[in-house]
């Protein structure tokens, strides 16, 4: 028997705002998520499986995990998690850090990770008929990625909330750009998510430049109660601005207003 394991109506009703607003989800949508195994994507699985009994579109979800095949980092508990679920899985493995030893050319080892895993990730969702690639990033990744940009990149970005890939076959997808770290940890501890402790190892054994923005934010928040509602409006705009939807705001048809609603309303 499939396990239904229910996160949060606290959290769904993010999720489902942050798909309305974006326009995430459309009838007849094939969804791979990335599985890292870490609380994000484990909590967005369940989002994503509990969307599936409610919303008023119908969609297909897959899962898929790329093992980078770092010392100390195995996902292979993950298989028979999935197959519980009941979720189409792929396991990929890829010897990643031996890789970047050979081919990383500037970039720090989790860009070059990252970029990887992400072409592993576009060529599944082709080979095995996918039309959108779901990740697991919440408030706080783009908050902190907003830092990083403005801080040495000098430029106002981060990360999109709903974009198609450069090949233009693909759609990706972040239905949680509206939820808060600490509500997917807390979670994963009451559902007893199996979560691998420290998804990326070799991250870890490195402080990263988004750990100290993490830092930084931390210490604002504790002054600031109202921090992140305001960095939300702030980050809104620099989320979806490549979108036709919300170039186009005024000229929303109206069948398009009553889908936004629905999958609004599905999730509360």
């Known amino acids: 028997m499939e396990k239904q394991i229910k996160p949060p109506k606290s959290i769904m009703r993010l999720v489902g705002r942050a798909i309305a607003d974006c326009d995430m989800i459309r009838d007849g949508d094939r969804i791979l998520l990335g599985v890292s195994g870490g609380k994000d994507s484990l909590t967005l699985l369940h989002v994503l499986r509990q969307l599936q009994h409610y919303a008023p579109v119908k969609f297909e979800l897959g899962a898929i995990t790329v093992d980078p095949e770092v010392e100390g980092f195995d996902p292979h508990g993950l298989q028979t998690y999935m197959a519980e679920l009941g979720v189409p899985y792929f396991y990929r493995e890829q010897p990643i ?20 895993k992400r072409g592993i990730m576009y060529s599944t969702c082709r080979n095995e008929g996918y039309n959108v690639l779901a990740l697991g990033q919440h408030l706080d990744d783009l908050a902190e990625s907003f830092l990083m940009s403005a801080f040495h990149g000098g430029q106002l970005r ?6 198609t890939n450069n090949e233009g076959d693909v759609r990706i997808i972040r239905p949680m750009a509206y939820v808060r770290e ?6 994963a501890q009451a559902a007893a998510l199996p979560v691998i402790p420290d998804s990326c190892p ?13 830092a930084l934010l931390r210490e604002e928040e504790a002054h600031n109660e109202l921090l992140f ?30 889908t936004k609603a629905k999958v609004a309303n599905s999730s509360q």
């Open 158 to 163: 981060t990360m999109k909330a709903h974009y």
């Open 182 to 187: 600490r509500q997917t940890t807390d979670f």
């Open 97 to 116: 850090m031996e890789q970047a030893k050979e081919h990383m050319d500037g970039d720090s080892f989790c860009a070059y990770c990252s970029r990887m």
């Open 229 to 258: 509602h305001a960095l939300l409006s702030t980050l809104k705009p620099l989320m979806r601005d490549d979108f036709p939807l919300y170039k186009k705001k005024g000229r929303r048809t109206t069948e398009e207003r009553r």
């Open 202 to 214: 070799a991250c870890f054994a490195m402080p990263t430049e988004r750990e100290r923005m993490k």
